[in-house]
């Protein structure tokens, strides 16, 4: 009982030698000490450190936000750089496909002009043919038709040495009948 009579700083004194009090060793200390109590009491804070802890408070807050709105800003245009190539990339697989289908179609035109062109020298071609045909039919059919009506007309001794109407008319009746007989292919 002795004990709780007697100051506490004596009693502590007592069994310690000290040469301070509690409250000026807490003072002394480093570190906070803004919000430790020492026997009941709450220690006071200077007016200037309490705006700087509030201006350092507000920088550092100002400082999240920042770098938060720098990096959103990055990755928003990291998306938009990555949605651009995107875009790029798909406008040249269709302009290289457009490329292709435009080749296509111009080698399927040339292809059909190249028909068209063979087909119009082939048709040129049978025309000649035909033609040579024709006239090589002709030519035998005209042969034929000479060596039939020399076969056929006999003029008469003396139409052989002159040239009278008789013999000239004779002559016309004669092939005028032969051209019927001939035509119906009687010769």
């Not at 002795?2 to 301070?20: C, L």
Request: hydrophobic share 35%; with cysteine; aromatic share 6%.
């Amino acid at each position: 009982m002795q004990a709780e009579e007697q100051d506490p700083d004596k009693v502590w004194s007592d069994t310690v030698r000290r040469e301070a009090t509690p409250e000026e060793e807490l003072a002394s200390r480093p570190g906070p000490t803004a919000s430790h109590r020492v026997r009941g009491e709450q220690t006071r804070l200077h007016p200037g450190l309490i705006i700087a802890l509030g201006v350092a408070g507000l920088v550092l807050v100002l400082i999240v936000v920042v770098t938060f709105v720098q990096w959103r800003s990055q990755a928003a245009a990291q998306e938009t750089l990555r949605l651009n190539q995107e875009a790029q990339r798909q406008a040249q697989a269709q302009i290289e496909q457009m490329q292709r289908e435009a080749l296509a179609r111009q080698a399927q035109l040339e292809a059909e002009q190249q028909r068209q062109r063979e087909q119009r020298i082939q048709a040129f071609n049978e025309q000649q043919r035909a033609a040579d045909e024709v006239r090589r039919a002709q030519a035998e059919t005209a042969e034929r038709r000479e060596k039939a009506w020399a076969r056929y007309y006999r003029p008469p001794p003396q139409c052989e040495t002159a040239a009278t109407m008789e013999c000239t008319n004779r002559y016309i009746r004669a092939r005028r009948v032969f051209d019927e007989k001939f035509a119906k292919g009687e010769l």
